[in-house]
């Protein structure tokens, strides 16, 4: 037991408690908290001593159907944990200042969001069962909603949210459901049991289930790493906050969906499925990512569209089996992005745009930014020294020599995909870096530059982009030493992974292609403005959002048919569907039970002469009940009904029901009292006779199919099931045993089946609070 | 409702009090007689309608009803708690000893039903006395 892990994932939640309870009055305090956990967090993490063992954490949670809080620190999984804590501390120190111009409360929001996001996260780089990975997964899909739309009053940024929240939250119910599948067949839901056990994975292959379950998982990890056809919620995403974007959308969330493709490799890699599923779906991606990403003007946009090309790179690395470099390429990605985007934040602090038409010019004005942009954008590009030189250069060699790709043909589609994506990449990065910082200044940005800079007293903005920039610089030049080679190798998902990195490349075709990447680059760049106009012509039919919007209306507009036919309001409607279910379902249960009316043994010798009098006055009452003219008279006839009623419970002695029966009566006489004004006139005659005589058939069957049913349930074989008994085990006999009382029926309600009134009286209290609600706020109104 | 019969305040004054005590029997005799935290609710409330009808509805209005349901709710879910905090199946029963008094701890939670039964039946009685056509 390792007790370091589940501090480590609690470390955060922790500090967003702490955020909501600090409360407004220590606005400075939230992101301090936040840093604070972040980097206790990575401590604990790292001080985790490296060994043979892995470390592990298990606590029983649902031991009944062998579901536990287990936490696992593999090196994968502690990789992605100390990413997610690491950057997080970067992002943190970055929203400090970013954002003091946000009025406190929702600075308090706002942190502790993304302080449980925070926590969320590590959750899922860390669990090992796959119950508990779901519900992380479903936190930090909440959390993110709650992130992207964090400016709400703008209705952009609650479209965006929502957006997110349907695409991810779906995904992550339909990997529920496979997680259950998988859970099904190998019978247990721990990861490392399952993948651990080559019995256990050959049985979920060999399962039918095995493929049903195995595209149920992939749609959650498609929608949540963005992608194709799935990409295009992560886009309107950009509406958050940039610290968010750079966290959640660049370095951590999206990293979700590979990380569980990942973890679930060794799981499915025999699947026929599994290699052409995820190869088309990632080099898709990674193509059309970066495509896009040359086309869009919005920086964030640009940044969003180049993370779902890269995320489709590293899809595309599992779906060829090759998950040695995995680790390289999600720690590349998150240095970079991760300074970009913050550098973006930099850019819109300081002239309030993102339109890349709009800027230029900045490199004075922000030096410290334009360093990091420099970085930043070179290791996109995969310049060396930098780590995305490596990533690259690895990239290269493992589509060339990977065994797994098969025909010629399906190589040579790949490296031309893969070498256009990089190519566009770097076409992006140069005009990133050159459009924002070069040239004389814009007329949008000359108009900033007058006013003073904010901030003087709060860390400056910079450090967090410039440290990640660094990083991915420092980590490319320990390229010549073993060091990241090792790093990256021993951080993979795979064990006993080998890499080939190195700084100094070797003379070869890895080589060759980076410099056909670096000329193609150099080109597209050159004639940019034809080549943007030549991709709006490429350009046809809906995007894929308004496919998406389109299907969402659609499941609205069947809502509403649905509820238009079968709830329009009508009481008498409901009735009439009431009244023919139940005589419809009891007739076939009896028949299936093979019971007629002919098996009623009751008689009337047992009745007394007072009994029949009061079936006279009964029928008396309904008969009236049906002639009233007003509903007054209605009311009183149908209360006598009811009244008459529990007078019989007197001839046959149930105390109990009968005290029930005259309480409910007495009460629902006063409801019917006090809403009796409020009706409309009574509408006897709208009815047609044969409408009426419908009617009148319907209410015959009813009250002959109730009638039918209650006389059989005197009878014997039918009376006393085995659950109500008085033999032991049934609930007669419970009831004095183990609830102490003689009152069986009130022993069963509060006892026994605590549970169900537990949730009748739940419901009870919500009704309340809603006529409440609804009766107070409609006459305050008026 | 602003004449009320004085026939009705009159037999009120008296039936109240009876009510509730009758209601506080039928409350404690439900383990093991007819009766219980639900007939019993009902009962309250239908003395409670009557305070309404006999003295008029502003005066019961005062009172926010809604949160004696509230308040009912929290002590049937917290007595359903306190034996999961003790390592227990949630709404475990146990017996309370002290003396002359044999309790099962599902009293509380008849108790809280009781409560709910009243307050929301006060609250729609109350707020519907208050619509005006």
């Not at chain 1, 003007?297 to 640009?302: E, P, R």
């Not at chain 1, 005589?583 to 009623?600: C, D, E, F, K, Q």
């Not at chain 1, 105390?655 to 409910?664: A, K």
Request: proline fraction near 5%; charge should be positive.
């Amino acid at each position: 037991m390792q007790p370091m892990l589940p501090l480590a994932v609690l470390a955060p939640f922790a500090a967003a408690a702490a955020v909501l309870l600090v409360g407004r009055r220590a606005p400075r305090a939230h992101g301090v908290l936040v840093l604070i956990a972040a980097v206790a967090s990575f401590i604990a993490l790292a001080r985790i001593p490296a060994g043979d063992a892995v470390p592990h954490f298990t606590l029983p949670w649902m031991p009944a159907i062998d579901v536990a809080f287990a936490l696992r620190g593999d090196p994968f999984g502690l990789f992605l944990a100390l990413l997610v804590a690491g950057v997080g501390a970067f992002v943190a120190l970055y929203a400090i200042p970013y954002m003091q111009v946000e009025d406190p409360v929702a600075q308090r929001r706002f942190f502790a969001a993304l302080a449980a996001f925070m926590g969320s996260m590590l959750g899922i780089a860390l669990a090992d069962d796959l119950i508990l990975l779901f519900v992380f997964w479903e936190l930090t899909s909440i959390t993110s909603f709650l992130l992207i739309g964090f400016r709400f009053a703008d209705d952009r940024a609650k479209a965006g949210a929502v957006l997110a929240l349907q695409v991810t939250a779906l995904g992550g119910l339909a990997m529920s459901v496979g997680f259950l599948l998988v859970g099904q067949v190998t019978g247990t839901f721990s990861l490392s049991a399952i993948a651990g056990d080559r019995e256990l994975v050959a049985r979920l292959l060999a399962s039918p289930l095995a493929a049903p379950a195995l595209v149920l998982v992939l749609l959650g990890a498609f929608t949540k790493s963005a992608q194709v056809p799935f990409h295009f919620w992560l886009p309107r995403a950009m509406v958050a906050p940039t610290p968010v974007s750079a966290y959640l959308h660049a370095a951590t969330m999206v990293k979700a969906g590979v990380f569980l493709l990942a973890r679930m490799l060794p799981l499915f890699e025999g699947s026929p499925l599994w290699a052409p599923l995820l190869t088309t779906v990632g080099t898709a991606t990674m193509t059309y990512g970066a495509w896009r990403a040359f086309r869009e003007t919005d920086l964030k946009a640009i940044l969003a569209y180049t993370t779902a090309s890269t995320l489709g790179l590293i899809t595309l690395l599992y779906g060829l089996e090759a998950p040695d470099q995995d680790a390289l390429q999600i720690l590349s990605h998150a240095l970079y992005k991760g300074a970009l985007f913050l550098v973006v934040g930099i850019v819109e602090h300081r002239v309030h745009t993102r339109d890349i038409r709009q800027l230029g010019g900045l490199a004075r004005e922000l030096p410290w930014a334009f360093a990091a942009c420099i970085l930043g954008a070179l290791s996109m590009a995969g310049i060396p020294p930098l780590l995305g030189f490596l990533a690259k250069e690895s990239f290269y060699s493992e589509l060339l020599l990977n065994p797994a790709i098969g025909p010629l043909l399906a190589r040579g589609v790949v490296l031309t995909a893969a070498v256009a994506a990089n190519a566009l990449l770097a076409a992006v990065a140069a005009r990133l870096v050159v459009a924002i910082f070069l040239g004389p200044p814009s007329a949008v940005v000359a108009s900033h530059l007058g006013a003073a800079a904010r901030h003087r007293d709060v860390p400056p903005l910079w450090i967090s982009p410039l440290a990640l920039g660094s990083g991915a610089l420092a980590l490319g030049l320990l390229g010549l030493t073993t060091f990241t080679d090792e790093l990256a190798a021993g951080a993979s998902s795979r064990a006993r992974a080998r890499l080939h990195l190195s700084l100094v490349p070797a003379l070869g075709l890895p080589l060759y292609l980076t410099l056909v990447t670096l000329v193609l680059a150099t080109v597209v760049y050159w004639k940019r403005d034809r080549f943007v106009a030549l991709q709006h012509q490429l350009t046809f039919g809906p995007s894929a959002d308004a496919h998406w919007e389109s299907m969402v209306a659609l499941v609205g507009r069947i809502g509403d048919a649905f509820s238009a036919r079968w709830q329009n309001g009508s009481l008498r409607w409901y009735l009439t569907l009431i009244l023919v279910a139940v005589p419809a379902l009891a007739g076939y249960a009896l028949v299936t039970l093979g019971l007629s009316y002919r098996a009623i043994s009751g008689s009337l010798a047992d009745m007394p002469w007072y009994g029949f009098l009061l079936c006279v006055l009964l029928a008396v009452a309904t008969l009236t009940a049906v002639r009233a003219t007003t509903r007054l008279q209605a009311a009183i006839a149908t209360t006598t009904i009811g009244f008459v009623v529990s007078m019989l419970f007197v001839v046959y002695r149930s105390p109990d029901i009968l005290l029930t029966q005259i309480l409910i009566e007495t009460v629902s006489t006063i409801f019917v009292l006090l809403v009796l004004i409020f009706l409309p006139p009574f509408p006897r005659h709208d009815l047609s006779r044969s409408g009426r005589m419908v009617n009148a058939a319907i209410a015959a069957v009813f009250s002959f199919a109730i009638t039918v049913l209650m006389l059989l349930s005197m009878t014997p074989g039918l009376r006393e099931p085995d659950n109500i008994s008085t033999r032991p085990g049934g609930l007669l006999s419970l009831s004095l045993a183990e609830g102490g009382g003689a009152n069986a029926v009130n022993v069963i309600i509060v006892d026994i089946r605590a549970m169900d009134t537990n949730g009748e009286i739940t419901v009870l209290v919500v009704v309340g609070l809603c006529i409440y609600g609804l009766l107070r706020t409609r006459r305050e109104a008026t | 409702m602003t004449q009320q019969s004085p026939i009705l305040r009159v037999i009120a004054r008296f039936a109240l009090p009876l009510t509730m005590l009758v209601a506080i029997r039928i409350f404690f005799q439900g383990h093991d007689l007819p009766g219980g935290g639900f007939i019993a609710g009902v009962l309250l409330a239908a003395a409670g309608a009557t305070y309404l009808l006999a003295f008029g509805v502003t005066r019961a209005a005062r009172f926010r009803w809604w949160k004696v349901s509230v308040v009912g709710l929290l002590i049937s879910v917290g007595n359903g708690v306190v034996p999961l905090l003790r390592g227990e199946a949630y709404m475990d029963n146990h017996f309370i000893d002290a003396g002359p008094i044999h309790l099962p701890t599902a009293t509380f939670f008849d108790l809280g039903v009781m409560l709910i039964v009243v307050g929301t039946l006060m609250t729609i009685f109350v707020e519907l006395s208050l619509e005006r056509r």
